[in-house]
């Protein structure tokens, strides 16, 4: 599978993981999702990038949320 397939797959599997939830941290994506951090983190930013989620610092993680518009 292409890098940036893969990237757009793993950012679909995060965004329906988020589907049902307020919000959830960074280390409960990695390993609900059983991705790594490089590829995790890629896939977060692009769903930033794309206005669908936020992300804010929480001590050695982060928060990952839906943007309100989003939900």
Known sequence: MPFR??????????????????EATSWQIKL???ISSSTMYLALGSLMQSGKITIEPDGI?????KTPQQN
């Open 32 to 34: 609900s999702l059983n």
């Open 61 to 65: 993680n982060y928060k990952i949320a």
């Open 5 to 22: 397939e893969n990237i757009e797959n793993i950012s679909a599997r995060i965004y329906e993981f988020l589907k049902d939830k307020q």
